[in-house]
């Protein structure tokens, strides 16, 4: 893929499938992006970090961000 000049991206829920599983899948990755549904005072909140990213200086804090009905997401904070 590298070599192509694309990116690709794979999706996985964590507890379906062992810890193991998870951390030899997350080695052989450039990044891992984390993405929350997380509830504050009742209201939900959609969240967003970049857990790792390989030989790349990152912001690894939860970033808030808006879900469009089309599914476009957007940062809010």
Sequence with gaps: MRRDKRINLEAFVRGLHSEAFYKRVEATCDGVIDIRLLEEDGI??????????????????WHEIEIKPNGEAFLTS
């Design 44 to 61: 939900l909140k959609n969240v967003l970090r970049v857990r790792t990213l390989k030989c790349q200086p990152h912001d690894n804090h």
